[in-house]
Nanobody, 113 residues
Framework: QVQLVESGGGLVQPGGSLRLSCVVSGIIFRLYSMGWYRQAPGKQREVVATITTRGTTTYADSVKGRFTISRDNPKNTLYLQMNSLKPEDTAVYYC???????WGQGTQVTVSS
């Protein structure tokens, strides 16, 4: 079973930056596409960004130009660099593995003055 451990969240002011990390185990990491998802209170979980095994990326329109997804295969780690943060980015952020059912504990991102 895949194990996912997200970290790097916190409280930041609007316009600030955070970098989230997700350490993945239980799979051959380099063989799987990955994604970052987020869920705000009272809302459904939504995809934020994805990255394929070849490094091709996609982004939700709401974060395009502000967020960057990347991966370090030798470290079995997925990253999400978040810049120019807005209050509407406030959510619990999760990473996810293509074709698997497991989710990690998530990491809380709060953007507030």
């Amino acid at each position: 079973q895949v194990q996912l451990v997200e970290s790097g969240g916190g409280l930041v002011q609007p316009g600030g930056s955070l970098r989230l990390s997700c350490v993945v185990s239980g799979i051959i990491f380099r063989l799987y596409s990955m994604g970052w998802y987020r869920q705000a209170p009272g809302k459904q979980r939504e995809v934020v960004a994805t990255i394929t095994t070849r490094g091709t990326t996609t982004y939700a329109d709401s974060v395009k130009g502000r967020f960057t997804i990347s991966r370090d295969n030798p470290k079995n780690t997925l990253y999400l660099q978040m810049n120019s943060l807005k209050p509407e980015d406030t959510a619990v952020y999760y990473c996810h593995t293509e074709g698997r059912q497991s989710w990690g504990q998530g990491t809380q991102v709060t953007v507030s003055s």
